[in-house]
């Protein structure tokens, strides 16, 4: 489940013990296994043991690294984001995902509508009409701080559209939508979004970069039901993203479709 924390027996110290000697046991094995050679002290003038085992070490660097990124792969398919993976491996939020980047991306899905989330715990459905793929990953991970939600994202208003208007989908509880974008844009979407009879009671937040006075006042001008500026630093990014989705699916009354 996402966000469930494990528990080990054992605490860090003596974890790191228990893995330092299985790591150094199996170095040791494999190294006389490399070098043909019984179990004998090496003389003191001999590199060829030390050399072996430094080479032996080198490639279970390796092996971890790659086991390490299917683990946290697992656990992002599992639920987990990247405060629960980096914890778990004694880093942060940011450097689990500088080490492990587009654990949430998914290259072999429709490029234009994405499920990013899925098996939601509360009915909020989330449509999110952005192009960038780093940030709709940052979107997808603060979002799961906030508990499940179904993500959909698209990357451009066209491509909103087709999902609005296509039977079956369900109707957003939000839609967070970025300005600039390829085809049909933020701008030209919330005014559409705006005048249609069908959708113009979805709450829409625009989350964009530009800070530009006009922008802004057009943004209200369509209607938008707020204009936040997406902030530069990692941790007031998913602060603002977290606070959009108290307001507006946990304080705000929804329309009723």
Known sequence: MPGKNFHLRAGPQETAAIADAAVAGLAQRLARQLLQEPAVPAAADDPAPALALLYLLDHLQHATERLQLDAAAAAARAGAGYPQVGAACGISRQGARRRWPGLFDHPDEKPTERPMMTTPARPFDVLLVEDDIADAMLIQEALSGRGARNLVQVSDGVAALEHLRRPGNPRPDLIVLD???????????????????????????????????????????????????????????????????????????????
């Open 179 to 257: 300005l600039n974008m390829p085809r049909m844009n933020g701008r030209d979407l919330l005014k559409v979004l705006k005048n249609d009879e069908d959708l113009h009671t979805i709450p829409v937040v625009v989350l964009s970069t530009s800070t530009a006075p006009d922008d802004v006042t057009d943004a209200y001008s369509s209607h938008a039901n707020a204009y936040v500026t997406k902030p530069v630093n990692l941790d007031e990014f998913e602060q603002a993203v977290q606070s959009i989705d108290a307001f507006y699916l946990d304080t705000a009354a929804r329309p009723r479709p």
